[in-house]
């Protein structure tokens, strides 16, 4: 069970095994014997309950009986008698099975099997679960089988919450119990069932139940856990919000047809170049939605059809759900229209269809407005830009000038708040618990050093600080951001087991730092310009360089970025970056990537020209162990027109170009930085030139 | 008691050992010498087993009382089968000595009296076991738990002087339920059991962790000292003490306390606590307590022993000590029946007045200590007293242990008091019934009184018999929790007498304590002392002692 050391097996141990095992594949083969002829004697049975009952995890023989139940069945389907005995028989194996291994999987879903058929006794089933519970409280299976009685049986959730409760008094180190009572209270929440209701005051009694727990141990994480979840079901809308939309509610957005805009007269950070005669309008949430559609989303202008519109999700997996959707509006004819500027209106939330993963209904009516302007340009700024290489060098960077600060992008994030009005008036509430929260793990902190208090402390900093801006918009301080950095430094000096996990916390903290309030982020913001030549676009880049980043986030304030200097980071991850869709210039150089599947992010950024990804440790791990599932040939991710041996020189190995090929492929860059990584060599950039037929530059060199 | 009836003449008359008086540390050395393969004759002047450790009805225990309370008149003397000249012994008469002064028994209600039978009312209490106590490891160890049934206690309190109850938050699960520790508190108590637990472990295990251990400094100083130094508050500090590591003196004043808890043993009781805690798996807490009450302890060793052949004979007082004539030594006894009886070795009962020789030939012979022999501690006494009502005192519980520190009922109060409440479930009372135990230590029967009647006056509406301005006094109170009333109490004072080993042996009287751990490190030493080539209960391989913890028969 919990807590005892495992001790080496002895010499007879082993013997004593070997002897058993022997037993077992005499069983086995008698048992698959039996189950390939179909023989479902009494003395069959014995055979398999034999097997069974030494070794549990035998699915094979637990089908077998499942078979030979319904063959047995159909037998004697007249005799009630005998179909009772035939199914308390089953029972009576699986209860000495569970005897032997009351843990085993297959063990406890045939039990299940068994009670689906509803001929046997429920009753008993709640006595048995007495027993295994006694013996194991914390027995996850037994939890879970007692769900599923509950649900059978009809006990209804105040009850079965009450067992939680006895539970947690008799020994509080128990996160199945706890779990358990989520699962449980967020049934009784949502169904509004009486004594439950309203929600702040079961929640406020919750905290109080558990707050016994974690002053009592704070070295118990079970506790921790359940505090955690009652903090989400305190911050956490109750439906899906839209938090951000590019281009940003109120903006008069300038759209260059062809070739670039004359900088010296448009601010950078609402003027937008396409090449395709489209424009991007994204829109960006605060959880995972899916059906954002024509019909749940309208767009309204002179010159798009609305129902024309298709909206993407913009995820690297292949689900649907995502947090960021776009749709490309086409460019108005700048011949017919010249310098008008057109209104468009977007709203959602009317009617219901956007909905977050855990099935409720973006119910909130949105909406929000925006203008388009084109602008003509002449073909003399395209065809400079076109030659021109981008350096990422300090020199090329001047500090923002403060003569365009009326319209920097921050603005419009302050108008963005007008979709959070129709929150309730509970969220004085929500602000009340998180004070008084982060005020008595302060008292507990002031009493013992304890890790996951500190964690819990900077979660509920975060969480309130997140609050107040949303309650009073125009005061974007994050009060508690110094703090919060400091105590997850903090924590990776006393566990540095985890400390990835909490710099990537701190990465998300000093993100949000930056891009909290306009100051902060017109510090970051700098002009770019080449030695040779004024402008190039008059780009604005964000410079979010040498921050010790180790991920990506606040990306719904950043949707407006067209060039980002992330270099000099610790970024293991890019993913958040595929929001940014208007994103034509990425420095990564200098960072902690480690494969090409770690890039997946930029396949989705179609404006995408010039890339570097310099000094990376792309190559040097075999496997990248942070992800678990990747793209790979024979996966049907990178479609079906696989060109991929065109490009792949004859004698190298497939398996070092395979990723590379499915993030680039289909890229149109037009400078690639590469160098500095363990899989650079002259083979793979022949490859790569191969590949991305666009490229103009590759590691500074001009290509011919 | 004139009429010695007649009993048949014991078959033999040679034993290795007798012992007089069926106490629970007679008890147990008679086992254990049984079971070592000595003949034992085991003699009770009573009839009833158990003697200062019995469970009685409520008219035996009343004149069992009574009868040792007062100089017992020495037994007519019969004539002896053997003529004194022919005799290489002489007789010398054997008197008792009164063992509990100032019985005060009061009866408010004729109900307790009429159910007299279905009463068994435990003479030394208060008492219950921890379930990881010597007394349980012993049982089981001797095979004598076989005979014995347990049911749990089902919490401990700390009592206010207006009887409030708070629990006693003594493990992990327990803290966490309370509601009347601040969160603070939780944390502060939590972390001490921790840093003992730590100790503990650090200490069974080698030097490795060193970390993990308390300083020998610390271990050397006063245990209240080292809880201040933990930055203990005073409540924690108070239930610390007194409800978990039982000390009975005030120890924060130096002055009045007799006896000072020193953290090492302060910590060794905690231990004690919290391995009873979850020791057994159908026990609730720390601690047991036997089903027919405490009496039954000595009874089931007593069985033991006459499975091995020890010889029971009830009803048989001891009239004379058989002393050799050259060398002094005692040879054997006289019974009332006038039959002598020999033995090597002699074990009697705290109340005897062992004779000095009347010509002790040989005075090397004579140990010095022997002067002092059975002399009583006057310094100690034990107040006890027993309460019967009808509803218990905390309405949702019926078995419970609970303790007032020092100072808790009057300023001057300088002994904890210690109580059991025991509930007609475990087979001590008439259903619908009490009773209450409490005892303190103290130096005279004035002082003892006083503290019981304090307590009780804290927990009871006394009847009032015709005194207006108590009546009055006490409907003006308007207590919002009804206190039960006293239907019946006794009160009695217990000398403390310490057991020792001599030509003739004897044993200890009950200790104040809740637990027997005391009183049986007494009696195994003395065991030792008599038979020191013999093992005490020698580790066998029958069946009845291969059982492990759960042997013990726990009702939940």
Redesign the interface.
Known sequence: MHGRPRKAPKPEDAAASAAKAEKLRALQSQLLHNHHNQIYTKEALEISAKLLEANPESYTAWNYRKLAVEHNLSHSESDPDTVKSIFSEELRVVENSLKQNFKSYGAWHHRKWVLSKGHSSVDHELQLLDRFQ?ADSRNFHAWNYRRFIAALKGIPDEEELKYTTKL?????SNYSAWHNRSVLLSHLLQNKVKGFFPKEKVLVEEYEFV???L????DDQSGWFYHLWLLDQTVKPETPLLVSTWPAHGSDIIVSAEGCLDGRALSPFTSFHSDAGTFPLILYFNEAVEGVNSSTVTVKSVFTENKDLVWKPLATSKSCAAQAWVTHLNVPDVKLHPSTAYPIEVNLGDSQGIISLSGSHCSHPSRFAFTVCVQPLSSKHAERQSVEMILWRDVNFHFYDAHVQESSPIAYFDRLSIKKDHEPAASKWHAKTLVNEIA?VR??LS??DCKIGKLTLARLLMAHDAMVSYMAPHSHKKVHSEEVLQLYSDLMELDPMHSQYYKEAQSLVLLQQVTSNRESLLKHCCHHRVSTSSSVGNSVCLRLNNLSLSRIGCVEQLLWVQMLDLSHNELRSIDGLEAMQLLSFLNLSHNKLSSFTALEPLRLLKLLKVLDISYNEIGAHPVDTRRYLCSSPLSHTVGSDWNFNEFVPDDAKVTNYWEAFAIFRGFNLTQLDIVGNAITDEKFKSFLIKVLPTLKWVDGEELH | MDETPSYPPIEPTDFDLIVVGTGLPQSVIAAAASSAGKSVLHLDSNSFYGSHFSSLNLDEFSSFLTSQSAVHSSHPNPPSSVAADAAEYVALDLKTRPMYSDVEITSHSSDPVEHSRKFNLDVSGPRVLFCADAAVDLMLKSGASQYLEFKSIDASFVCDADGRFSTVPDS??A???DRSLS??E???L??FFKLIQGHLAASDEAENDSNARISEDDLESPFVEFLNKMRLPPKIKSMILYAIAMADYDQDSIEVCKDVLDTKIGIDRLALYHSSVGRF?NALGALIYPIYGQGELTQAFCRRAAVKGCIYVLRMPVIALLMEKESGHCKGVRLASGQDIFSQKLLVDPSFIVPVPVAPSQPDCMPESSQVINLVDAKQKVARGICIMKSSLKPDVSNFVFVYPPRSLYPEQAMAIRAVQIGSNLGVCPSGMFVLYLSTLCNDATQGKELLQAAIKSLFTLPVSGNPENSSSVHSENMEEVKPTLLWSALYTQELVMGSFESISSTSMPDGNLNYNVLLDATVKLFHQMYPQEEFFPETTSPENVEDDDGLSLES
């Not at chain 1, 947690?168 to 509080?172: H, R, S, Y």
């Open positions: 006694r947690i008094e008799t020994n509080f707050h016994q727990a002053f009592t141990d704070p008595l008292q507990l009493e013992i | 992990r699960a803290i966490f339920k969160l603070t939780k944390n502060q939590m972390r798996p």
